[in-house]
Each structure stands twice: as C-alpha cells, then as structure tokens.
C-alpha cells in the first residue's frame, strides 16, 4: 500500500501507527489484487480469501467510478450538476456521499468545499488527466493583471439535501471525486474482511492486525514502512497534478484559485480513510494557521508536512 510522504516529519505518535524498517515480503495467505480504476492504482490484500472476490469488487469500484465521475456526461454527479436549480432525484449511495461532503465542509470550516468544480475548471482542470492533461496557460498569462478572487461560496449555502433528493443553487457544480476515495476505501474493507487493507490511488484505509500481527504495512517513499491497525492514511500535495507555474487540482474555496499555502504538501494517519483523506487535503489548503486546530482532532493520529520552505 503506497502513500506519499514527505521528507520532513512533523507530528504526534500513535499507540495504533508505528514506524518500522522495511521487512521480508507479506507472509503466506495474504491475498493481493491490483487494478486501475478512478484514474489511478488500486491495491486490495486481505489475510485469507475475501469475502466479495477481487473480482466482484473491481467491478463495484468501477460502477463507482461511472456513476460519479464528473468527467461522464451520463454520471449521477452531472445530472445533478444540468439540474440548474431544480431538485434531483439521487441514490442512495449519492445521498451518503453529499453528507459526508456537508460534513467535512462544515468540519474543515469550508477549507474543503466540494462546490469548487466551477473554480476547478477556470484552472484548465476540464478532462480526466489520465485522456489530457489540464491545458497550459498561454505565453502572454503570465504578464496579464491576476483576475480578482472568487471565494467558492460555503456548501451549506448552495447545496440542499434531502434523503432521496438534492439541489444545487443555479450556476454552481460540484465534484466529490478526491473526497470519495478516502470514504470509499473505508467501504471496501466490509467488501475484504475483518484483516484487510485497501489503497485506492493513495487512499489507504485497513483494519485488523496484518500478515506480522503489528499492523499492515504500508510502504512509504522515503523507504520507510508505516505499520497501521484500524485506521487510515492519506497525501494532499500541489506537486503531481500540476500544470503550469501555478496551477493545480488543490482550490482554495477562500479565493477561488488554486492553494498557494505555506504547506506543499500533507500526509495525515486517521483512524479512517475518509477522515485522512480531508484533512490532509485541509492542512495543505489551510497552511500552518489551520495546523493546530487540524492536528487537534481527536480521529487524528498523527502528520507529516512538507512546506514551500524545505523545496
């Protein structure tokens, strides 16, 4: 299970997260399935049989990806998107995902804003990266006057949801895309068992003891391996979806361009995916000011930084 990590470490220890030095390969009766889905490499490893097949569960995630992608013109999150003010029928699943974003945009204190889509596509972010990447600036941009700061209005401002319905205010979209992988890795373990881990693109989330008993392993870039019972761990960065001097896919709903904080990039262990994934993205939107009431968070276990400082 890969997650990037910083060079400089930064944080508070864990009873449950533990650095320990790389080890011989997982012992016998892991099981291990690789695939790509959500544009990026997914990783499931279970102690034992699985209980939904490898299979099965590749193709659920791919189901995932259909449905709420915004890069689909037929997904469940553009449908709400045309709605233009009007109430949307949605599933379940969307349902779960639109509270968790109210959740988190209430949590982070709007750092995190899943309204931002309009912003996002202002950057050039307007296609998969994986079909093309975000279209460079033109030669002249970087002379002409920045345009004036657009703060993404709060998500409690511009979403209402109901249990089988939602809507959008007029001339506002939304993309749960980075938000949903970490909730979804949590998901995933139900589909693996009571001793498994699961990775997607980065988004790692695992419970039980592991192959050693100490946890499972999750190997980080420094060489270093991270062993992690019952929780999970996530990287925000600004460096690998990046285009241009000074675009990329992190908004900053406080002005409507893309996060010039002084945090690069974060990597948060949690005690789920889904809290690792926000906040990680929270830190790094928010810079040092945020740090601490961040860090506090009791589901927090620990973090490490990398800052414009240390490139």
């Given at each position: 299970?890969?997650?990037?990590?910083?060079?400089?470490?930064?944080?508070?220890?864990?009873?449950?997260?533990?650095?320990?030095?790389?080890?011989?390969?997982?012992?016998?009766?892991?099981?291990?399935?690789?695939?790509?889905?959500?544009?990026?490499?997914?990783?499931?490893?279970?102690?034992?049989?699985?209980?939904?097949?490898?299979?099965?569960?590749?193709?659920?995630?791919?189901?995932?990806?259909?449905?709420?992608?915004?890069?689909?013109?037929?997904?469940?999150?553009?449908?709400?998107?045309?709605?233009?003010?009007?109430?949307?029928?949605?599933?379940?699943?969307?349902?779960?995902?639109?509270?968790?974003?109210?959740?988190?945009?209430?949590?982070?204190?709007?750092?995190?804003?899943?309204?931002?889509?309009?912003?996002?596509?202002?950057?050039?972010?307007?296609?998969?990266?994986?079909?093309?990447?975000?279209?460079?600036?033109?030669?002249?941009?970087?002379?002409?006057?920045?345009?004036?700061?657009?703060?993404?209005?709060?998500?409690?401002?511009?979403?209402?949801?109901?249990?089988?319905?939602?809507?959008?205010?007029?001339?506002?979209?939304?993309?749960?895309?980075?938000?949903?992988?970490?909730?979804?890795?949590?998901?995933?373990?139900?589909?693996?068992?009571?001793?498994?881990?699961?990775?997607?693109?980065?988004?790692?989330?695992?419970?039980?003891?592991?192959?050693?008993?100490?946890?499972?392993?999750?190997?980080?870039?420094?060489?270093?391996?991270?062993?992690?019972?019952?929780?999970?761990?996530?990287?925000?960065?600004?460096?690998?979806?990046?285009?241009?001097?000074?675009?990329?896919?992190?908004?900053?709903?406080?002005?409507?361009?893309?996060?010039?904080?002084?945090?690069?990039?974060a990597t948060v262990i949690a005690t789920t995916g889904a809290c690792a994934d926000w906040v990680s993205s929270a830190m790094v939107v928010g810079g040092t000011a945020e740090?601490?009431?961040?860090?506090?968070?009791?589901?927090?276990?620990?973090?490490?930084?990398?800052?414009?400082?240390?490139?």
């Amino acid at each position: 299970m890969r997650s990037g990590v910083p060079d400089v470490p930064h944080g508070r220890g864990s009873p449950r997260a533990r650095r320990a030095r790389p080890g011989p390969p997982p012992a016998a009766g892991v099981r291990l399935h690789r695939c790509h889905v959500f544009d990026c490499d997914v990783a499931l490893a279970c102690l034992g049989a699985p209980l939904v097949p490898f299979g099965e569960i590749e193709v659920r995630l791919r189901l995932l990806d259909r449905r709420f992608s915004r890069f689909r013109p037929d997904s469940e999150i553009s449908r709400l998107n045309r709605s233009n003010g009007t109430w949307c029928d949605i599933s379940g699943e969307m349902y779960a995902l639109l509270r968790h974003a109210l959740n988190v945009a209430v949590a982070s204190r709007g750092l995190i804003n899943i309204a931002m889509l309009p912003r996002l596509l202002d950057a050039g972010y307007v296609e998969s990266w994986t079909v093309h990447p975000p279209r460079q600036p033109a030669p002249a941009a970087a002379v002409l006057p920045e345009a004036p700061a657009a703060p993404v209005p709060p998500l409690t401002e511009v979403l209402e949801l109901r249990r089988d319905r939602a809507r959008l205010s007029p001339g506002h979209a939304v993309d749960v895309g980075g938000l949903a992988k970490g909730k979804w890795a949590d998901d995933v373990l139900a589909w693996l068992g009571p001793d498994a881990a699961a990775s997607l693109g980065g988004d790692v989330a695992c419970h039980g003891p592991g192959p050693s008993g100490d946890g499972w392993p999750i190997a980080l870039p420094t060489g270093e391996t991270l062993l992690l019972k019952d929780g999970g761990v996530a990287t925000s960065g600004v460096a690998k979806r990046r285009w241009g001097s000074d675009a990329h896919h992190l908004i900053d709903p406080r002005t409507g361009r893309p996060s010039r904080s002084d945090i690069t990039r974060a990597t948060v262990i949690a005690t789920t995916g889904a809290c690792a994934d926000w906040v990680s993205s929270a830190m790094v939107v928010g810079g040092t000011a945020e740090l601490s009431r961040l860090g506090a968070r009791p589901d927090v276990l620990g973090w490490r930084l990398e800052t414009g400082e240390d490139t």
